[in-house]
């Protein structure tokens, strides 16, 4: 009776602590995936009152809930810089595989805007080490095999035309031998490096077939506007439609404070009087090599001889010198679905983009969204986006 009361009383602290941590995920609320860290969280306390209200209280209850795995990955996020998203799930291809068969590997967290993948290992440091000697049960995956393929799937994925560093984080510490195997494949280790329990023999050609979960999840993506991202993109920048529009426009050439009668470029006004977007623009351009697609020229060339005012076409003849024009990329990304944000015209502009590895800059945050959340990763520079106005505007400028 006594043990069923002590049993009660830590499940009750278990139950007290998934609280507290959902407090603290709260905090997150504008990360792409964090919505499902909590209902993965509220999931573990629903079970545990559940149990408790039941009166069904096991030892195994305690051992065995995953609060423990998310009180360490949350304790995480808190240390991270430029969170870009939790529990995001990735597709690839195992290293020597030749059949056609893709994996999906779940990343816990992705900082430094794309830079870094990191997974959160919270279970014993001397059980890691034996299930890494083929302790475990058939079958059974171990850290070293999920290191390989983070670095495998980091491959697939680069930002910025280079993989993502690969962080594992121990929580509860790592033996020094599995540290030194996991950091002489490419693994950046992060915890306490503890003494070997016992001398261990790992096997370092062990593969596993078996699939990580695959998650997926809606997010907002945050349009990046610090212009300090001059400093991180490669020289060369693929500019979309929405760009170039967006340059030349009367609203982000001194325009902003006229009136407009449609309510999208009234907002867009608004935003432009608080967050110019030349500015960030041409931070980004200063020195850079400047690609357009054939196909994005001609459709920029359309709507700006259909709609554009004589500023923004004598903005446009001044622009476009500095732009070489390059054909359409043929990348077709079979497993990206059209529909939606997902428009053929996307798809070839973050082609032509791949091809001539560089980075694309564009106002399409839906395609970019879209196209993460059925595992596709672009290096991409997004900003507000901005319609060509000089043609809409009516009356004296407004004071602000």
């Known amino acids: 009776m006594d043990l069923n009361r002590e049993l009660a009383e830590q499940l009750n602290d278990k ?8 407090a603290k995920v709260s905090r997150f609320g504008n990360v792409c995936g964090i919505s499902k860290l909590q209902k993965k969280i509220k999931q573990e306390i629903n079970f545990l009152v559940k149990t408790l209200q039941l009166g069904l209280v096991k030892k195994e209850h305690l051992l065995c809930t995953n609060l423990h795995h998310f009180c360490a990955l949350v304790n995480t996020l808190e240390t991270c810089n430029e969170l870009s998203s939790v529990l995001q799930h990735f597709s690839f291809k195992s290293d020597g595989d030749s059949s056609e068969t893709t994996k999906r590997l779940c990343v816990d967290v992705v900082a430094d805007k794309g830079r870094t993948w990191m997974k959160v290992v919270a279970r014993n440091p001397r059980a890691l080490s034996q299930l890494c000697t083929g ?9 070293i095999d999920q290191a390989k393929e983070f670095l495998a799937c980091a491959k ?8 993502p560093q690969i962080v594992f984080v121990f929580s509860s510490g790592i033996e020094e031998s599995l540290c030194e195997l996991l950091e002489d494949i490419g693994v950046t280790i992060v915890g306490e490096h503890m003494p070997d329990s016992c001398p261990y023999q790992f096997d370092e ?6 699939e990580e979960e695959a998650v997926s999840e809606e997010g907002t993506l945050t349009p990046q506007q610090s212009t300090s991202i001059a400093d991180v993109v490669p020289n060369r920048l693929n500019l979309d439609v929405t760009t ?5 426009s009367a609203l982000t050439n001194g325009g902003a404070d006229w009136e407009y009668k449609q ?5 867009q006004a608004l935003r432009e009087l608080k967050h110019p977007v030349k500015p960030v623009l041409d931070s980004l351009f200063e020195g850079k090599e400047l690609l357009v697609c054939r196909s994005a020229f001609e459709s920029f060339m359309t709507i700006l001889n259909t709609l ?4 923004e076409k004598k903005r446009a003849t001044e622009f476009i010198p500095r732009i070489t024009i390059v054909e359409d990329g043929e990348e077709s990304f079979e497993h990206l679905k059209t529909g939606g944000k997902v428009k053929e015209r996307s798809r070839v502009v973050f082609a032509t983009g791949l091809a001539q590895k560089a980075v694309t800059v564009t106002a399409n945050a839906g ?3 879209s196209a993460r959340n059925q595992g596709y990763e672009f290096p991409v520079f997004v900003h507000e986006s901005r319609a060509l106005t000089e043609g809409k505007q009516f009356g004296p400028p407004l004071s602000f």
């Open 244 to 248: 170039m529009l967006a340059y030349v």
């Open 263 to 267: 309510p999208i470029l009234k907002g």
């Open 205 to 210: 050609e062990d593969e596993s077939d078996e």
């Open 308 to 311: 554009g005012g004589p500023g």
């Open 156 to 163: 697939q994925h680069p930002f910025m035309f280079k993989p």
């Open 135 to 143: 302790a475990g049960e058939y079958g059974q995956r171990n850290v």
């Open 15 to 22: 139950i007290i602590s998934g609280e507290e941590l959902l």
């Open 367 to 369: 395609f970019v969204r």
